[in-house]
């Protein structure tokens, strides 16, 4: 069992002892306390507990752990009514609830609930049958989610949440004049995905990479955050290089300039695509809750192969666990500074691996420029870069592993995963000109 599904399983763990314990109980104290200096002989074996009380401020804990940030619910209110919240804030699309490998029986009783069928597909790459269905008129959707989870108790109902870029773009500046080009590079024969906005694939730091895009959300449109990563997986211009220069780029748009881009539906799409590419690592420097078919579709993925590398977050070392970095399947990576220093605003966790430089330092911009970036988002690409190059599979990440700088407490840790990896790829900011920022 993984760290990661320990941890999980703790909390399960506590909250059905919570449930089943009476208002009034007491926790014991195995065989007492025999032996321990300065306390009576006759201390009682158990302890009275208001189990109202504890289960009450645990619950409180946990609902509040699990909000969404106020940076992602903003995006509700930008998108003209078509995204809603769920029960804790996190963007969802309005009036969608995906079934994952819906049975006919499920599917009989959705349709005489009055439920309707948006859309249905066969993700081949995976082997998993979404159907996307829309509740009656008038019913609430979480209340609908609850309706089909009671209708068909063992099948896989989910909200539809919209993942979003754990980086934003804050301001951009007109770009300086372009750096020459270096030599055209041949690819390298190393194959990497990228699950992100559309890339600008004219920009010359891309010049070398051979460039596949495929648009999952109305059609592929490059974005400045999809740009930047894939100059740090697959760039170089001289001074400029990324982890991988010269590689073949899988790009999958799952956003497109849609208010309704980023959905789970999307990001499952995405991964089966790159499945079917024998692509073997991938870099998905998005974030957002736990989804039953984004999970889904990562278990089957990493089964069938794919190392998936994920950007920890930036919402600080507090917040709750964000995915897919999370996963279990899945490598997570967060960001130092180039002194080496894990960023304030960094996650912390068993679901950090790696740490990788991902604040003083550049990488492409709009036009034919560069950008400082700073988050997560910017250091999980140097991490899949390095992954990539050699080969991919469990058998990179004990070699990643083994070249990794052990940072903090001895030996794995939840600041800085396994150690530091790739500071030697950080190119400073003013070597390239470097103008406006792309933070978190």
């Known amino acids: 069992m993984t760290i990661r599904i320990l941890t999980a399983s703790v909390f399960a763990g506590l909250a059905v002892l919570l449930a089943a314990a009476p208002a009034s109980a007491q926790i014991g104290l195995p065989g007492g306390v025999p032996g321990v200096r300065g306390l009576p002989g006759d201390l009682p074996n158990r302890l009275p507990v208001d189990t ?6 645990v619950r409180g804990r946990v609902d509040r752990a699990l909000q969404a940030p106020r940076r992602v619910r903003d995006l509700i ?76 108790p063992a099948g896989t109902f989910e909200f539809n949440h919209i993942y979003s870029p754990a980086g934003a773009l804050a301001d951009t500046p007109a770009p300086p004049p372009a750096l020459p080009a270096a030599p055209p590079v041949q690819a390298s024969g190393v194959r990497i995905g990228l699950i992100d906005t559309g890339v600008d694939a004219r920009h010359p730091a891309l010049s070398g990479a051979t460039i596949r895009q495929r648009g999952f959300a109305d059609g592929d449109r490059p974005g400045a955050h999809g740009t930047a990563v894939a100059s740090l997986l697959a760039g170089r211009s001289n001074p400029f290089s990324g982890a991988a220069p010269g590689a073949a780029l899988f790009v999958a748009d799952v956003y497109g300039g849609s208010p309704s881009g980023g959905a789970s539906t999307k990001v499952a799409e995405a991964l089966g695509w790159m499945v079917q590419n024998n692509v073997p690592v991938v870099n998905v420097s998005l974030v957002g809750p736990r989804n039953a078919l984004v999970e889904a579709a990562v278990r089957r993925a990493a089964g069938r192969g794919l190392l998936i590398v994920a950007a920890a977050g930036n919402d600080g070392p507090a917040a709750a666990p964000l995915y897919p970095a999370s996963y279990p399947d899945v490598i997570g990576v967060t960001a130092v500074d180039a002194r080496g220093r894990t960023l304030p605003e960094a996650a912390r966790g068993p679901q950090v691996d790696f740490a990788a430089p991902g604040a003083d330092m550049a990488a492409a911009g709009q036009g034919a420029g560069y950008v400082n970036v700073r988050g997560a988002s910017f250091a999980a690409p140097l991490v ?31 600041v800085y995963g396994r150690g530091l990896v790739a500071a030697d790829l950080r190119v400073e900011p003013r070597a390239v000109g470097a103008r406006g920022r792309l933070a978190r």
């Open 384 to 414: 899949a870069g390095l992954l990539a190059r050699r080969g991919g599979g469990d058998r990179a990440v004990r070699a990643l592993e083994a070249e990794a700088r052990d940072m903090g407490a001895r030996g794995p840790d939840p």
């Open 52 to 57: 109202d009380r504890l289960q009450d401020g």
């Open 77 to 152: 209110g930008r998108s003209d009514g078509a995204l809603e919240a769920d029960p804790y804030g996190w963007p969802v699309l309005r009036a969608e609830i995906v079934a994952v490998d819906l049975s006919p029986a499920g599917r009989r009783a959705a349709l005489d609930a009055g439920f309707s069928v948006v859309r249905e597909q066969q993700l081949d790459g995976l082997d998993l049958a979404v159907v996307v269905l829309s509740p009656p008129h008038g019913l609430p959707l979480r209340r609908a989610l609850d309706r089909l989870r009671d209708l068909d």
